[in-house]
């Protein structure tokens, strides 16, 4: 089991969607395990499926693809956000992707099949799995309509916005490479802001 602080977050994060009774929340709680990744290391690679959901109590991970030969910044994921290849944990197909840490990374994680035990068990978890992936959906929706809809400038302030310690604490080039722009032209803007 986890420790009590790390629970903590964690409860307070879930209590936003659902209330669990005591017997439900210690049966969640009871599947949890405490991992540490050091920076750079990578929590899922191209090729593995994604068998497991974390919640980053602290730090930094980086979610990456290649393309043609190129790499770029899908997404950030940063305290008090769960972490995983949706398509990967949900199909039980290979990653596209790479899930690295950009800082020191505390994070809970627990395994697809101890979740899916927990579905059949519980109706409440499973209610919270349908809402977590409905949050999720509207903010990649969300994000899409940003990026059609505004100019690099807004684009870089909403993401300060969103994300201010991943600004603080990730080289620029990845948030650049996020939102589809040099470095040039990310110091560019960042000059102007």
Not at 173 to 185: D, K, V
């Amino acid at each position: 089991m986890a420790d009590p602080i790390s629970l903590s977050k964690i409860e307070t994060f879930i209590r936003h969607f659902i209330q669990p009774n005591e017997e439900e929340w210690n049966a969640f709680a009871a599947i949890l395990k405490e991992k540490k990744l050091k920076k750079k290391d990578l929590l899922l690679e191209d090729g593995q499926t994604c068998n497991f959901i974390g919640f980053i109590i602290s730090g930094v991970i980086r979610e990456y693809v290649f393309e043609n030969g190129k790499e770029s910044t899908v997404d950030f994921v940063s305290e008090n956000q769960f972490v995983v290849d949706f398509q990967s944990f949900i199909l039980s197909t290979p990653s596209k992707q790479y899930l690295e840490a950009l800082t020191d990374v505390d994070l809970l994680v627990f395994k697809k099949d101890s979740i899916n035990r927990l579905y059949d068990k519980y109706k409440i978890w499973e209610r919270f799995g349908r809402l977590i992936i409905e949050h999720v959906f509207c903010g990649v929706e969300a994000k899409r309509k940003k990026i059609i809809a505004t100019t690099h400038e807004e684009q870089y302030r909403n993401f300060a916005a969103i994300y201010p310690n991943v600004v603080q604490q990730v080289p620029q080039y990845y948030i650049a490479s996020y939102l589809g722009l040099t470095p040039e032209h990310l110091s560019r803007i960042r000059k102007r802001v």
